[in-house]
């Protein structure tokens, strides 16, 4: 009997964790990887000062791991992983409805610790949890479901299997997609990481702001193309895999451009 309730209690710690996190941490530490191969020389001596010779990718998923504890010292930056907005037609809308929103989320924490980062008058350990969050914030900026709907959280409530197994919209987007491509961390940055200088400060262009609102539009698209109760396989892998790399690039680039500006 002792053995049945140890093997539900597992079960029930292993949902909540593939529930609660984001990305998996294949997915943030291609995001990090990528930000490291595009560092400045300034920005490497900065980041040597902060976290010595460890890489981004040390750090990717340290604010996941860190909803384990139970102390309750860091409980109120779970909010901070995401922003909910309904559908906006144009960044100006956008922009106004995230600016109005009061609690602490994605969006307001990026700029907290991009701020305290670039502070002269930061301790250097302020500084390092600071970088620590915002390696993994800004690889969840471009995971679409962190910018999507309050009533759904996300897609969390929207139930679906992937190849048998069940799932949710949300966590497909976080782990089960990346981790169906069968990359390690490294092998998926080097796939990924090949375009031109010129493409990019492209894709680099912009603003927080222009970036949520492009993982919003990208969410608009994932839930037009996502149907509750569903079961999907290659189809749906086929469908989104482009997206999947395109974000993943994404993020991955223009964190490095924020860590380029402020260090």
Do not use: C
């Not at 909540?16 to 990887?33: D, L, P």
């Not at 949890?129 to 479901?145: C, K, N, S, T, Y």
């Amino acid at each position: 009997m002792k053995k049945i309730i140890s093997n539900l209690l597992l079960i029930v710690f292993l949902l909540s964790f593939n529930f609660a996190y984001s990305w998996g941490t294949t997915g943030h530490r291609v995001i990090a990887e990528i930000a490291q191969n595009h560092l400045s020389g300034k920005a490497k001596r900065h980041l040597k000062k902060i976290i010595g010779q460890e890489k981004l990718a040390y750090w990717a998923n340290w604010p996941d791991f860190i909803k384990a504890d139970t102390t309750g010292v860091w409980k109120q930056s779970e909010q901070w992983h995401y922003i909910n907005s309904e559908p906006k037609t144009n960044i100006q809308t956008f922009t106004e409805s995230i600016n109005s929103q009061q609690a602490p989320n994605i969006y307001t924490q990026i700029k907290i610790f991009s701020a305290q980062i670039k502070d002269k008058n930061t301790s250097l350990k302020d500084k390092e949890i600071a970088l620590r969050f915002l390696i993994h914030l800004m690889g969840d900026a471009a995971q679409p479901l962190h910018v999507g709907r309050a009533e759904d959280l996300g897609g969390n409530k929207i139930k679906l299997k992937f190849f048998g197994e069940n799932t949710n919209l949300h966590s497909l987007w976080d782990t089960k997609l990346v981790d169906f491509q069968k990359y390690s961390y490294k092998e998926f940055a080097g796939v990924l990481d090949v375009k031109s200088k010129k493409e990019v400060k492209q894709i680099q262009y912009g603003t927080l702001e222009d970036w949520l609102y492009d993982s919003q539009k990208q969410a608009n698209s994932i839930y037009s193309n996502s149907v509750a109760d569903a079961s999907y396989s290659y189809d749906y892998n086929y469908k989104f895999e482009s997206l999947l790399e395109r974000q993943l690039l994404y993020g991955g680039l223009r964190l490095a451009k924020i860590l380029n500006e402020i260090l």
